[in-house]
């Protein structure tokens, strides 16, 4: 098993909330996160697309009034929207015996119908932590490269070959369209969703044309806008929106939209392996997609994550701001002699960010002049972590 670093942060929450909700993609590995947490706990584990399990939960008060002094860790809760009610009133009941911590931990691989059932039936009792792919840090240094092209699904990563590998993401792709997606949204037809999701990979890290998408799927902007929000809701797509406080300057007002897992849009794109990939023209978009996520997932949940480009031509690649205002502006760059280009520069003028980066796959960090530094992407990773409470409490 590779240690994930949420693993901390998953029993300080356990510690501090009744209820947590852990959302992740399928196969990112919750279940097994989640019954590492359970070793320490007397617990109890229901998946909730087993048959068995959902019969246990026919008189839900019941069975779960009887598990109130264990953690219950309900896997695929999404299957059970009835479930929630019950839990409130369970959380409050054991809160009146004072043992109303770390009582329920809800796993779910999306967080559309999670977040809206929960939200509502759990307001104040819950905590939500997310679990992405693994990161950068959560592997060797000389197995970067190979998290890059095989993405960071464990299944995936921990393959016997780059063809195993690769063969893994395609029936996770096909699955997901045949089995997943329509329990979210069965009217939605898996081969144009494809065809979308495809459109995507070609079109990482770009600016969001729903125009130009909907007349190439041969479907109305609105369409566009569905099938959108479902993948990211899914938590496969990342919506990056622009920064849009400097009301002085003309500023690009669309996101740009990244697959969110690398080792997807190599597969969307029939990339067999990293020589295919460094001869791919989305090989660029491809790294600063990978590089976002990684940083991302070091972050406090309150940090918001950005880009900065106006008409002009400045441009942040990410631009981070902290919860106190301050803000880190970040240039990503796929070559061992970084030099930000001059639209960077004009954007940080801008803005005038507390810190400048440029992240690049390099070992050395050094100073580019007085306010940037070129710093590689697991050491900017190690300081983003520094800097969350979270990662400093666990």
């Known amino acids: 098993m590779i240690s994930r ?33 359970a070793d320490r706990h007397q617990s109890t584990y ?33 299957r059970a929207p009835g479930l929630f009610p019950v839990l409130r009133g369970l959380i409050d009941r054991a809160r009146r ?15 559309l119908d999670l977040l809206k059932q929960s939200g509502e039936s759990l307001a104040g009792r819950i905590a939500y932590l997310e679990l992405g792919v693994l990161n950068c840090l959560e592997v060797a240094s000389d197995d970067q490269n190979k998290l890059w092209v095989s993405g960071g699904f464990p299944e995936s990563f921990l393959a016997s070959s780059t063809e195993h590998s690769l063969s893994w993401r395609e029936d996770f792709i096909r699955t997901y369209l045949e089995r ?18 495809t459109m995507l990979a070609h079109h990482q890290g770009g600016l969001l044309n729903s125009a130009q998408l909907a007349r ?13 929000d479902l993948l990211v809701d899914l938590l496969l797509v990342r919506r990056l929106q622009p920064w849009h406080a400097n009301a002085g300057k003309r500023l690009v007002k669309s996101p740009k939209t990244y697959i969110r897992d690398s080792g997807l849009v ?20 491809s790294w600063e997609g990978f590089v976002i996520e ?16 106006t008409a002009a031509g400045a441009e942040i690649d990410l631009l981070l701001t902290w919860p106190n205002g301050n803000q880190w502006a970040i240039e990503i760059k796929r070559s061992l002699t970084p030099k930000p280009r001059r639209g960077f520069h004009q954007a940080c003028a801008d803005l005038n960010p507390a810190r400048q980066f440029v992240a690049y796959p390099g070992n050395e960090r050094y100073r580019l002049s007085e306010s940037l530094d ?7 990773m190690q300081e983003l972590r520094a800097k969350s409470p979270t990662a400093m409490a666990s």
């Open 5 to 37: 670093h949420l693993e901390q942060q998953l029993q300080a929450a356990l510690g501090r909330s009744p209820a947590v909700g852990l959302l992740g993609p399928r196969q990112v590995g919750k279940t097994t996160l989640a019954l590492a947490a």
């Open 46 to 78: 229901l998946d909730l697309e087993s048959e068995r399990d959902r019969a246990k939960l026919e008189q839900p008060e019941l069975y779960l009034g009887d598990q109130l002094n264990k953690l219950v860790i309900l896997d695929e809760v999404h």
């Open 97 to 111: 015996q004072g043992n109303g911590l770390g009582r329920y931990l809800l796993l779910g691989s999306a967080n």
């Open 180 to 197: 997943d997606i329509p329990q979210f949204a069965p009217r939605v037809p898996a081969s144009t969703l494809r065809r979308f999701w």
């Open 216 to 228: 190439s799927l041969g479907v109305d902007s609105r369409t566009v806008a569905v099938y959108l």
């Open 266 to 285: 190599h597969a969307l794109l029939s990339i067999e392996n990293r020589e295919a990939l460094l001869g791919h023209p989305v090989v660029g978009a």
């Open 294 to 309: 990684n940083l991302v997932q070091c972050t406090q949940p309150s940090t918001l994550a950005n880009f900065y480009r």
């Open 374 to 380: 070129a710093i590689p992407m697991t050491a900017l």
